[in-house]
């Protein structure tokens, strides 16, 4: 499985580093402005560096998700399924795969995140109105609060059931890939599917989640998402093995 999952991270090492330039362009717009003491680039560097955050994580969503389509639609890409693994070890290794990539995309934004909070607090002596904007842009634009456990607890939430998403995604394109394998509407069936997957597991989290509150409706609306990915899972793997002879 290892080895795949090395051939996974292989197909999509390009954006990696495209994300990484951009990163670091703006990362040295954000320096910029805290050592040459502007407010105001400052705020904006922080801005755009947020939003490339969630673009990144949904950008690296959406690749993962693009090539296990064109790994079912191509005949190249077809031959993964040909390598003498079976069907839980190819999709145990693009959904882990899958799921590394998204931790590491987020893992690498909140370490970038962490770092310059620290820059900040060394340059600028009004260090309290610095913050009390970061939590009205916060709260304003994400709904979030500066405060470490909820940032925490919202993040985890945020990722897995994004991961659990990404899942559904795969599911959705396998279910169409078992009915409609040589049809060219396979693409928007896939979307068809997934939008109903989507929004039946949406009202069953929700239903279960709505009796909690505060932390713990994040715990079990963290649960839910793990169960849901560990249904889709088998799922997959079965329909590829009554489709795909390995």
């Known amino acids: 499985m ?3 999952m090395k051939y996974e991270f292989r197909k999509q090492l390009t954006t990696k580093f495209l994300l990484l330039a951009v990163l670091g362009l ?14 105001d680039k400052t705020m904006r560097a922080v801005i755009l560096l947020a ?5 990144g994580i949904f950008f690296v969503s959406f690749e993962c998700i693009m090539t296990y389509y064109n790994d ?7 031959m993964l399924f040909m390598v003498p693994q079976s069907t839980f070890s190819v999709m ?11 931790v590491m995309t987020a893992a690498v934004f909140g370490a970038v995140a962490f770092l310059d909070a620290f820059a900040v607090a060394a340059r600028f002596e009004q260090i309290d109105q610095f913050f009390e904007t970061i939590q009205m842009v916060l709260r304003q634009f994400f709904s979030l609060n500066i405060d470490a456990g909820v940032i925490a607890i919202n993040i985890a939430e945020l990722v897995i059931t994004w991961i659990s998403i990404v899942i559904l995604a795969m599911l959705a394109i396998t279910l169409s890939a078992t009915f409609m ?5 396979h693409g928007i069936v896939s979307f068809v599917f997934f939008v109903v997957i989507q929004i039946g597991t949406t009202k069953i989290r929700t239903a279960i989640v709505l009796p909690f509150s505060g932390n713990a409706a994040h715990i079990v609306a963290i649960l839910v998402s793990l ?20």
């Open 2 to 4: 290892l080895k795949l």
């Open 26 to 39: 703006l990362e040295i717009y954000f320096l910029y402005g805290v050592f040459s003491d502007n407010m």
């Open 51 to 55: 939003t490339l955050a969630f673009a």
């Open 72 to 78: 079912l639609k191509t005949k190249q890409s077809y």
């Open 92 to 102: 145990g290794a693009k959904i882990l795969s899958a799921m590394v990539q998204i």
């Open 181 to 185: 394998a040589n049809s060219k509407l």
């Open 227 to 246: 169960v849901i990915a560990l249904i889709a899972y088998p799922a997959i793997a079965w329909m590829l093995k009554k489709k795909v002879s390995l």
